[in-house]
Every structure is written in structure tokens, then in C-alpha cells.
């Protein structure tokens, strides 16, 4: 599970990044996480993950406080940023040993895992070329990989399909759903709403940091009707941005 509680990030002396946002991925759920750029679903991401501390409120990862007790809430979850060019000295295979290693992952467990999850994504021939002949999405699938090493119960992914072919976003996307199956949890951030309306069992949308809304798709449709997804969240991010109520 992971909840935030009244998150907020000001920076500067003034700049409040994301306000008061509180929300809760329950076990076996996929949420969406989505807003236009700059809305600030990085920075909610990166408090979750402990890379940023907030100003106010908290973040738990399967119960654990990820500033009280920082080491039991990230080996709960597995992170993908949105960046993919990481370590680029080292080859494919070392980097996700790298990673294997600071989770103490068994080595029996980690060999049949790196050859399961390369295996899926096509890159198996590619673990010991050098990560900065990779392409982008190459780089990509390597970050995903060595991500999930440690099969963690919750997985936050910042734009995960960034660069990522069809084959290997359709081999992603069933991996959600086979984790969220398995009463497992998924939160990740997207562009593409066309994803969210088939993957997701929620979604959040902020703008500026603020809620617009929570909940599932259709619940979401059903107050906008006549309307399709682009149409209501264009609407809704719109409204928020000229002053509205945060909650139209």
C-alpha cells in the first residue's frame, strides 16, 4: 500500500510546488497518476520515495514512514524515475547486479530473475554491451529491470513508457497487472490518458499541485457526459488553472 498524507513542497521562499495532497493505493490497485507538465507529479513521486523531504505531511510504503523508517519503506517499493541515463559507464548486467546488491538479493534469485525479466523486454543479447551505446528505451527497460529486482510489493513508476517500444509498453503494462493481481500495488505517472483508461483501476489528477480529482474512470465520465477523457481533462486542468475550484 502507499498513502500520502498532506504532502506539500514550497520552493524558494514561496513557490508551493504541490499543496496539502493526501491520497491512498490500496493493495491489488493500478492508479494513474496524471496532470499536465508542471503539476507536480514528480515532486509527489520524489517525497514518496524519500528523495525529497516535504515541508509538510508524510508518506508511508506498506506501513513504513519513508523519513521515520526510511530502509524498511524503499526495500518495499520499486522506483522508476523519469530519467534513464544513470551509471552509464558500467554494462547492463553490472548495473542491475549493482542495484541486486544493495538489496541484498540472492544471487540464485537475482540470476533467474535478470533472465526472466530480460527475456520479456528483448534485451537479453544486450546485458553486457555498455549502458551508453544503449538507446533511450534501451536504457529504459534496463532502469524497469533492475527496478524490480527485489520484487517489491509497491511499485511507483515516473512516465515508465517513456522510449519504450510497443512490444516492450505491452509487456510492461501486462507486468502490472500481473503484480496488481497478485495483491500487489501500482502507482505510476502518465501522459497518455489512452493508458490510464485501459490499465488503471483509478486515477488522480492534479494541476499546480492541487487535487482535481480522484477516483475511477467511469465515475469520472459519468459527471462529464457526452465528453470523452482527453475532452474532461482538458476541461478540468483548464478550470483549475483560471482561478477555479480545485475540485470541479
Same mark, same amino acid.
Given at each position: 500500500?502507499?498513502?500520502?498524507?498532506?504532502?506539500? =513542497?514550497?520552493?524558494?521562499?514561496? &513557490?508551493? %510546488?504541490?499543496?496539502n495532497? %493526501?491520497?491512498?493505493i490500496?493493495?491489488?490497485?493500478?492508479?494513474?497518476?496524471?496532470?499536465?507538465?508542471? !503539476?507536480?507529479?514528480?515532486?509527489? *513521486?520524489?517525497?514518496l520515495?524519500?528523495?525529497?523531504?516535504? +515541508?509538510?505531511?508524510?508518506? &508511508?510504503?506498506?506501513?513504513?514512514?519513508?523519513?521515520?523508517? /526510511?530502509?524498511?519503506?524503499?526495500? @518495499?517499493?520499486?522506483? +522508476?524515475?523519469?530519467?534513464?541515463d544513470?551509471?552509464?559507464?558500467?554494462?547492463?548486467?553490472?548495473? *542491475?547486479? &549493482?542495484?541486486?546488491? *544493495?538489496?541484498?538479493?540472492?544471487?540464485?534469485?537475482?540470476?533467474?530473475?535478470? =533472465?526472466?525479466? !530480460?527475456?520479456?523486454?528483448?534485451?537479453?543479447?544486450?546485458?553486457?554491451?555498455s549502458?551508453?551505446?544503449?538507446?533511450? $528505451? =534501451?536504457?529504459?527497460?534496463?532502469?524497469?529491470?533492475?527496478?524490480?529486482?527485489?520484487?517489491?510489493?509497491?511499485?511507483?513508476?515516473?512516465?515508465?513508457?517513456?522510449? #519504450?517500444?510497443?512490444?516492450?509498453?505491452?509487456? #510492461?503494462?501486462q507486468? =502490472?497487472?500481473?503484480?496488481?493481481?497478485?495483491g500487489?500495488?501500482? #502507482?505510476? %505517472?502518465?501522459? +497518455? #490518458?489512452? +493508458?490510464?483508461?485501459?490499465?488503471?483501476?483509478?486515477?488522480?489528477?492534479?494541476?499546480?499541485?492541487?487535487?482535481?480529482?480522484? $477516483?475511477?474512470?467511469?465515475?469520472?465520465?459519468?459527471?462529464?457526459? $457526452?465528453?470523452?477523457?482527453?475532452?474532461? &481533462?482538458?476541461?478540468?486542468? @483548464?478550470?483549475?488553472? /483560471?482561478?477555479?475550484?480545485?475540485?470541479?
Open positions: 500500500m502507499i498513502e500520502a498524507k498532506n504532502l506539500t =513542497m514550497i520552493y524558494g521562499d514561496s &513557490f508551493k %510546488s504541490v499543496d495532497l %493526501s491520497f491512498t490500496n493493495k491489488g490497485e493500478i492508479v494513474g497518476f496524471v496532470g499536465p507538465n508542471g !503539476a507536480g507529479k514528480t515532486t509527489v *513521486i520524489k517525497m520515495t524519500g528523495i525529497l523531504r516535504p +515541508v509538510e505531511g508524510s508518506a &508511508f510504503i506498506n506501513g513504513y514512514d519513508i523519513l521515520k523508517d /526510511s530502509v524498511h519503506a524503499k526495500s @518495499s517499493f520499486a522506483y +522508476v524515475a523519469d530519467n534513464p544513470i551509471l552509464l559507464q558500467l554494462t547492463g548486467l553490472e548495473y *542491475i547486479n &549493482f542495484i541486486a546488491d *544493495i538489496y541484498q538479493v540472492p544471487a540464485d534469485q537475482r540470476n533467474e530473475r535478470i =533472465m526472466e525479466l !530480460a527475456s520479456r523486454f528483448g534485451i537479453t543479447d544486450s546485458l553486457q554491451t549502458m551508453k551505446e544503449y538507446s533511450h $528505451g =534501451m536504457r529504459q527497460k534496463l532502469m524497469i529491470i533492475a527496478a524490480l529486482i527485489h520484487n517489491p510489493p509497491a511499485w511507483i513508476l515516473d512516465e515508465p513508457m517513456t522510449g #519504450l517500444d510497443p512490444a516492450a509498453a505491452f509487456e #510492461l503494462k507486468m =502490472m497487472r500481473e503484480h496488481a493481481a497478485k500487489n500495488c501500482v #502507482l505510476f %505517472s502518465t501522459h +497518455v #490518458l489512452e +493508458v490510464a483508461e485501459k490499465l488503471c483501476d483509478r486515477i488522480l489528477v492534479i494541476s499546480h499541485g492541487h487535487e482535481l480529482y480522484q $477516483g475511477t474512470l467511469e465515475e469520472l465520465t459519468a459527471q462529464h457526459p $457526452g465528453q470523452d477523457l482527453e475532452q474532461i &481533462f482538458l476541461q478540468i486542468t @483548464s478550470y483549475q488553472s /483560471s482561478g477555479g475550484d480545485d475540485n470541479a
